[in-house]
Structure formats: structure tokens, C-alpha cells
């Protein structure tokens, strides 16, 4: 890596993270998941040493491998360093104060996740006042039935477009035909709501954050005891969120005013 050796005298250098940077890089740069022998050819290592760098950086959250194909994709903890380290002017840093006024209103935990190859991840959250265990923490993978995971199946993107026709595959016939009706709910009005999709007694509902193309940023979610979290349109704490999400999107695409 030229970077490191011109800021860093060789033996103030630790060669083992050095390696470990160098398989990131060639999965990044190559832009597409990558199986192991492709990660081989790029680099000068042994076929040992390689299995133990993958599996190292698979366990530390860096690395993902698909346990069908074989493919390594970037982790869910290099996005979340990611978005640590992108300047103010990020989208979570804008639609901060968004954030804390829905959960300061609703009193109710508030979560962001962006767009990644395996699900929607959680970058941004702010809790409410009560202790409570929502089954999701910055760098949780959500999955297709939670509210958020619904949002990425109605507004797909080219990021996450393999992984929720993968999930909707899953889903036995009932759920499939389920996610189909509430796709066309959630078009109409833009929001989602889910029932206990992680943890038993904790529901959701969440809208998203889309461009001035309609396509998704992100996704908003609001989740609280399930007694808490309303389950209808109707309801004056779901119009409130609609609301917001919609401000988010217009705020963004520089359309609000």
C-alpha cells in the first residue's frame, strides 16, 4: 500500500494489519463480491495465511461471506466506520435534528440504516428515556420483515436489490403474498409498520428518506413496546412520522422550505 509506506518508516510498520488493509482494498476496489481464489490472485500471500486474514476479518465484522457462493463482500462494521468518518455534511448529520424531534416527541427509540449488499444497517441511533432492549444496535443488519426491511423490498435500489429478492425467496408462501400487500400500502402512503419482527413485545414502524428520483436514501424507524407503537394510518403518532419522513426527503433533494 504506497499510502502507508510514504507516511511511515518500514520498521515503525505492523506488516499484519498492512496484509489485512491490502484484501479490504482489493474488494473495494474491484467494487463486487469477490470468492477466494479471486483475492489470491491479487495478492502475494499463502494459501494459509489468506483463509486465516478472511476468517479474521469475517469474525471482526469487516468482511462478510455468503455461506452459499462463497463470495466475500465488505462488512457491516467498514460501513459503520464509514459513516463515522464523513464529514457534517453526510445525510445523517442533516437529518440529525429530525431525529432527535421524532424521538423526543414520540418518546420512543429512533433508528437510521442505509442501504447495504446484505439489508438495510443501522448507522444512527438515538434512544428514548425507558431501558429498553429493541433487538438492533449501529451495525445491526435488519431483516426484510421488520418495517425497515419492508421499505427496501417496496423501494429497491441496485445496492440491495440481490439481497431482498435472496430474503423474499425465504419467506414462506403466505409471508410472500403478505410483503406483496403491504408493498402496495406503503407506496400509497409511505409508511411501514412491523409487529415484533426481532424482539417479542417491541414493534416498529418506520418511512423513508427518499431523493427527488424516488429513490430510497434511508430509512427512518421508530420503535417502542408493542403497546406503544401505533398499527394504523389513522392513528396521530403515524401521521406525525409520514410527516417527518416527508420533510427529511424535501429537506435533502433541497425542495423544503
Not at 411501514?192 to 423513508?208: D, G, K, N
Request: aromatic share 10%; charged share 25%.
Amino acid at each position: 500500500m504506497e499510502y502507508a509506506k510514504k507516511e511511515f518508516k518500514k520498521t515503525e510498520m505492523i506488516q499484519s494489519l498492512q496484509v489485512g488493509l491490502s484484501i479490504i482494498e482489493v474488494i473495494s476496489k474491484k467494487n463486487r463480491p469477490l470468492k477466494y481464489n479471486d483475492i489470491f490472485k491479487e495478492l502475494s500471500l499463502s494459501k494459509n495465511n489468506l483463509y486465516k486474514y478472511l476468517n479474521t476479518l469475517t469474525a471482526l465484522g469487516m468482511l462478510y461471506r455468503n455461506p452459499f457462493t462463497g463470495e466475500y463482500y465488505m462488512g457491516p462494521k467498514l460501513a459503520e466506520y464509514g459513516f463515522q468518518a464523513v464529514d457534517q455534511e453526510n445525510v445523517i448529520e442533516q437529518i440529525t435534528p429530525y431525529l432527535k424531534q421524532l424521538r423526543d416527541e414520540t418518546n420512543e427509540t429512533v433508528l437510521y440504516a442505509c442501504a447495504t449488499e446484505r439489508g438495510p444497517l443501522v448507522v444512527k441511533m438515538l434512544h428514548n428515556k425507558q431501558t429498553l432492549n429493541v433487538g438492533a444496535q449501529i451495525g445491526t443488519l435488519l431483516p426484510l420483515f421488520s418495517s425497515t426491511g419492508k421499505l427496501a423490498y417496496t423501494y429497491p435500489n441496485e445496492i440491495m436489490e440481490n439481497w431482498a429478492s435472496e430474503e423474499f425467496q425465504k419467506l414462506e408462501k403466505p409471508q410472500q403474498e403478505e410483503l406483496k400487500e403491504n408493498k402496495k400500502q406503503i407506496e400509497k402512503y409511505r409508511v411501514a409498520f412491523a409487529s415484533e419482527p426481532i424482539t417479542p413485545s417491541v414493534s416498529s414502524l418506520a418511512v423513508p428518506i427518499l431523493d427527488f428520483n424516488q429513490a430510497i436514501v434511508g430509512t427512518v424507524t421508530v420503535v417502542g413496546f408493542s403497546h406503544r407503537i401505533p398499527t394504523t394510518l389513522e392513528d396521530p403518532m403515524t401521521q406525525f412520522i409520514i410527516e417527518k419522513g416527508k420533510e427529511m426527503s424535501a429537506f435533502l433533494d433541497g425542495s423544503y422550505t
